[in-house]
């Protein structure tokens, strides 16, 4: 994923995730999975269960996005 995205790309790729476009869900994913690594780690042990957690949030949430 290109960290570079433009607004216009992110908005984008959003409204196709929250038409449940499977790709584009993965690639938000992808993209934002440094932030969760760093959220779900703590005195520098990655907490899996955590990680997980955040992820299902996501997947479960990013259908009521409003763009």
């Known amino acids: 994923?290109?960290?570079q995205m433009s607004k216009e790309e992110f908005r984008q790729?959003?409204?196709?995730?929250i038409a449940?476009?499977?790709g584009a869900v993965a690639a938000i994913l992808d993209l934002y999975?440094?932030?969760v690594?760093?959220?779900a780690?703590?005195?520098g042990i990655l907490d899996e269960?955590?990680?997980?957690?955040i992820l299902l949030q996501v997947?479960?949430?990013?259908?009521?996005?409003?763009?």
């Open 1 to 3: 994923m290109n960290s």
């Open 13 to 17: 790729l959003l409204e196709k995730a």
């Open 20 to 22: 449940d476009d499977k």
């Open 33 to 35: 999975e440094p932030m």
């Open 37 to 39: 690594i760093r959220c």
């Open 41 to 43: 780690t703590e005195n």
């Open 49 to 53: 269960d955590v990680r997980q957690d």
């Open 59 to 67: 997947l479960q949430d990013i259908s009521k996005f409003k763009i």
